[in-house]
Protein backbone atom coordinates (compact mmCIF):
# COMPACT_ATOMS: atom_id res chain seq x y z
CA UNK A 1 0.00 0.00 0.00
CA UNK A 2 1.19 3.52 -0.57
CA UNK A 3 2.70 5.53 1.78
CA UNK A 4 3.86 8.68 3.15
CA UNK A 5 7.54 8.21 2.50
CA UNK A 6 11.19 9.90 2.50
CA UNK A 7 12.57 7.65 0.37
CA UNK A 8 15.74 9.23 -2.04
CA UNK A 9 17.95 7.67 -4.28
CA UNK A 10 19.84 7.99 -7.69
CA UNK A 11 17.27 6.13 -9.47
CA UNK A 12 14.62 8.07 -8.75
CA UNK A 13 15.69 11.24 -10.66
CA UNK A 14 15.27 9.23 -14.20
CA UNK A 15 11.71 8.93 -13.73
CA UNK A 16 9.12 11.28 -13.98
CA UNK A 17 6.95 10.98 -11.17
CA UNK A 18 3.72 12.22 -12.81
CA UNK A 19 2.83 12.10 -16.56
CA UNK A 20 0.61 13.54 -18.16
CA UNK A 21 -2.42 11.54 -19.81
CA UNK A 22 -2.48 12.64 -23.45
CA UNK A 23 -5.96 13.21 -25.76
CA UNK A 24 -8.06 15.12 -23.22
CA UNK A 25 -10.05 18.38 -24.05
CA UNK A 26 -7.94 21.85 -23.51
CA UNK A 27 -10.08 22.20 -20.09
CA UNK A 28 -9.75 18.69 -18.75
CA UNK A 29 -6.30 17.94 -17.25
CA UNK A 30 -5.19 14.04 -16.47
CA UNK A 31 -2.36 13.01 -14.69
CA UNK A 32 -0.78 9.17 -13.50
CA UNK A 33 1.22 9.43 -10.29
CA UNK A 34 3.72 6.60 -10.31
CA UNK A 35 6.86 5.48 -8.08
CA UNK A 36 7.14 8.36 -4.90
CA UNK A 37 5.37 11.70 -5.87
CA UNK A 38 8.17 14.37 -4.27
CA UNK A 39 6.98 18.39 -4.19
CA UNK A 40 9.46 19.17 -7.05
CA UNK A 41 7.07 16.86 -9.51
CA UNK A 42 3.96 19.72 -8.67
CA UNK A 43 6.81 22.37 -9.70
CA UNK A 44 7.94 20.85 -13.19
CA UNK A 45 4.87 18.83 -14.46
CA UNK A 46 1.34 19.63 -12.13
CA UNK A 47 1.55 23.30 -11.41
CA UNK A 48 2.28 24.25 -15.05
CA UNK A 49 -0.68 22.51 -16.74
CA UNK A 50 -2.99 23.53 -14.62
CA UNK A 51 -1.93 27.11 -14.65
CA UNK A 52 -2.09 26.89 -18.45
CA UNK A 53 -5.35 25.40 -18.41
CA UNK A 54 -6.54 27.84 -16.23
CA UNK A 55 -5.60 31.02 -18.33
CA UNK A 56 -8.23 29.97 -20.96
CA UNK A 57 -11.14 28.60 -18.53
CA UNK A 58 -12.57 29.57 -15.84
CA UNK A 59 -13.36 26.08 -13.91
CA UNK A 60 -11.04 22.83 -15.13
CA UNK A 61 -11.72 19.03 -14.19
CA UNK A 62 -9.16 17.03 -13.60
CA UNK A 63 -8.38 12.91 -14.10
CA UNK A 64 -5.68 11.48 -11.43
CA UNK A 65 -4.53 8.40 -11.63
CA UNK A 66 -3.12 6.78 -8.22
CA UNK A 67 -2.55 3.15 -10.15
CA UNK A 68 -0.28 -0.18 -9.08
CA UNK A 69 2.83 1.76 -10.22
CA UNK A 70 2.47 4.38 -7.47
CA UNK A 71 4.93 4.40 -4.06
CA UNK A 72 3.38 6.76 -1.86
CA UNK A 73 4.01 10.75 -1.45
CA UNK A 74 6.69 12.00 0.28
CA UNK A 75 5.64 14.93 2.90
CA UNK A 76 6.77 17.90 0.67
CA UNK A 77 4.25 16.18 -1.89
CA UNK A 78 1.68 16.44 0.62
CA UNK A 79 1.48 20.08 1.39
CA UNK A 80 2.19 20.85 -2.44
CA UNK A 81 -0.99 18.60 -3.22
CA UNK A 82 -2.84 20.28 -0.43
CA UNK A 83 -1.91 24.00 -2.06
CA UNK A 84 -2.81 23.10 -5.45
CA UNK A 85 -6.17 21.96 -4.26
CA UNK A 86 -6.86 25.06 -1.66
CA UNK A 87 -4.99 27.46 -4.68
CA UNK A 88 -7.81 26.59 -7.32
CA UNK A 89 -10.41 25.86 -4.59
CA UNK A 90 -13.65 27.73 -6.47
CA UNK A 91 -12.15 26.32 -10.00
CA UNK A 92 -12.67 22.81 -10.20
CA UNK A 93 -15.63 22.04 -11.42
CA UNK A 94 -14.83 18.10 -11.31
CA UNK A 95 -12.11 15.42 -10.20
CA UNK A 96 -12.20 12.12 -11.11
CA UNK A 97 -9.40 10.03 -8.64
CA UNK A 98 -8.75 6.47 -10.05
CA UNK A 99 -7.34 4.03 -8.15
CA UNK A 100 -7.73 0.79 -6.04
CA UNK A 101 -5.11 1.84 -3.10
CA UNK A 102 -7.67 1.94 0.16
CA UNK A 103 -6.52 4.95 1.95
CA UNK A 104 -6.99 7.36 -0.67
CA UNK A 105 -9.80 5.82 -2.04
CA UNK A 106 -11.27 6.50 1.74
CA UNK A 107 -9.65 10.16 2.38
CA UNK A 108 -11.18 11.31 -1.05
CA UNK A 109 -15.16 10.09 0.09
CA UNK A 110 -14.06 11.75 3.30
CA UNK A 111 -12.91 15.06 2.39
CA UNK A 112 -14.15 15.35 -1.21
CA UNK A 113 -17.24 17.14 -0.13
CA UNK A 114 -15.12 20.71 0.93
CA UNK A 115 -14.33 20.94 -2.76
CA UNK A 116 -16.72 23.22 -4.28
CA UNK A 117 -16.67 21.13 -7.48
CA UNK A 118 -17.75 17.18 -8.23
CA UNK A 119 -16.11 14.71 -6.81
CA UNK A 120 -15.90 10.73 -7.84
CA UNK A 121 -13.48 8.33 -6.96
CA UNK A 122 -13.00 5.32 -9.85
CA UNK A 123 -11.33 1.42 -9.88
CA UNK A 124 -8.31 2.05 -12.03
CA UNK A 125 -10.40 -0.79 -14.32
CA UNK A 126 -12.64 1.94 -14.69
CA UNK A 127 -9.83 4.72 -16.00
CA UNK A 128 -12.21 4.68 -19.28
CA UNK A 129 -15.37 5.63 -17.17
CA UNK A 130 -13.44 8.37 -14.94
CA UNK A 131 -12.33 9.51 -18.32
CA UNK A 132 -16.25 10.27 -20.04
CA UNK A 133 -17.16 11.48 -16.54
CA UNK A 134 -15.04 14.12 -16.47
CA UNK A 135 -15.08 15.21 -20.06
CA UNK A 136 -19.02 15.84 -20.14
Given at each position: MP???TGTGPEREERMMIRLIDNLPDNVIGFEAVGEVRAGDYDSVLDP?????LQTH???RLIYVLGD??????GGAMWEDTKVGLAHLSRWEKIAIVTDHSLYKDGVKAFGWMIP???KVYAVADLADAKAWATK
Open positions: VLSAIDAADKIDFDGYSGQV
